[in-house]
């Protein structure tokens, strides 16, 4: 294997690459800052298009990792790592072997988890090599019930906000994407009494949604485009973007994708669209609160009832942004500035 740095980044630690062509591995692990603690962030694997598309994809996560262990109030900094690959064809358990050895080499500055394209039986291949790995079976586990409470909480915020009411009984919520946390938010969403709208790519996954909740199926493409109080992205990030945003018709967005917002200006246009926007890091930082009790003896109860204060953080956010008339992804930033442990290391 071998293990080189990308070119200097400005405001990021460390940037590292491995490549392996006989076990198959081409990755990169990003540590965006660790001035809270050890970098702790997900290992995606996904088919990226280029080397520059997978750096990044990257570099956006480890830094939107920082500032989620900051609002989390966690100790840790925030770091990614991505694998370049079809996690359907090309994972093998050699594969995962030769990550676990990557992220050794970095002598526990970054804690590795599993992400899109990742479980916990990878998370426990990579253990063989390596320490660093959080997120494995018989500790917390897979952390997508967790990440779907704190969306789902999240929610509830934003509808108070929003809408001004307490309760989701009767709004339309439209969910995009049912991976492990898009599906369980919809089943909470479904007991709490909204009309469901669901896309996927796995044709599969929105049939179960159908049947399982009576959810309405829409495809990919038209999920934009529907007339709901809540649109949930819970698939890739950069869905609110120059093409999507004047389609949107929700009065609310808030879902468990990392990165929802193409570019930093995008909060701007979504509030001036009257549009709350619940920031995706603050919301979506169920998962990684869930796996910080892995260090001591877990307790679900104890790590869901943090999970659960998302929803206190993102009305701090929302008042932060109504006084300030400031967007609320900049409001969250502030936030999570004030929560930093030294605010000047934190990348603007």
């Not at 970095?106 to 479980?119: F, K, S």
């Not at 009309?195 to 309405?216: R, T």
């Not at 936030?335 to 605010?343: C, H, K, L, N, Q």
Request: net charge negative; proline share 4%.
């Amino acid at each position: 294997m071998q293990i080189s740095p990308v070119k200097s980044i400005d405001r990021y630690e460390t940037v590292v690459c491995a490549s392996d062509p006989e076990a198959g591995l081409d990755a990169i692990i990003a540590i965006h800052n660790s001035a809270r603690g050890p970098a702790l962030g997900g290992c995606r694997m996904w088919a990226y298009e280029s080397p520059e598309a997978a750096l990044t994809d990257v570099l956006r996560l480890a830094k939107g990792m920082t500032y989620k262990n900051a609002l989390a109030e966690l100790p840790f900094g925030g770091g990614k790592s991505v694998i370049v690959g079809d996690p359907a064809k090309d994972k093998t358990p050699r594969l995962l072997q030769t990550m676990g050895r990557f992220v050794e080499s970095l002598d526990g500055r970054y804690i590795i988890a599993e992400d899109v394209g990742t479980g916990p039986g990878d998370m426990a291949i990579m253990h063989r090599e390596t320490t660093h790995v959080a997120g494995l079976e018989g500790a917390s586990g897979d952390p997508s019930p967790a990440t779907a409470w704190g969306v789902f909480r999240g929610i509830q915020a934003a509808v108070k906000e929003r809408l001004g009411q307490d309760d989701l009984e009767g709004l339309g919520v439209a969910v995009q994407g049912l991976g492990h946390v898009g599906y369980d938010l919809a089943l909470q969403l479904a007991e709490a009494g909204t009309k469901l709208w669901v896309s996927d790519i796995n044709e599969d996954a929105v049939a179960d949604a159908v049947k399982a909740f009576g959810a309405f199926a829409v495809a990919p493409d038209k999920i934009y485009d529907l007339d709901v109080d809540v649109f949930a992205p819970c698939a890739l990030g950069a869905v609110v973007n120059d093409e999507t945003i004047d389609r949107l018709r929700c009065k609310i967005v808030a879902g468990s994708a990392n990165n929802q917002l193409a570019e930093d200006r995008h909060g701007k246009a979504l509030m001036e669209r009257d549009i709350l926007y619940a920031p995706d890091y603050a919301i979506n930082a169920g998962g990684v609160i869930n796996i910080y009790y892995e260090l001591g003896t877990y307790d679900r109860d104890t790590a869901f009832a943090h999970v659960a204060r998302i929803h206190d953080t993102l009305l701090t956010i929302f008042a932060r942004a109504r006084q300030a008339g400031i967007p609320t992804n900049e409001a969250a930033d502030r936030v999570a500035d004030e929560r930093f442990t030294d605010p000047a290391e934190v990348a603007a």
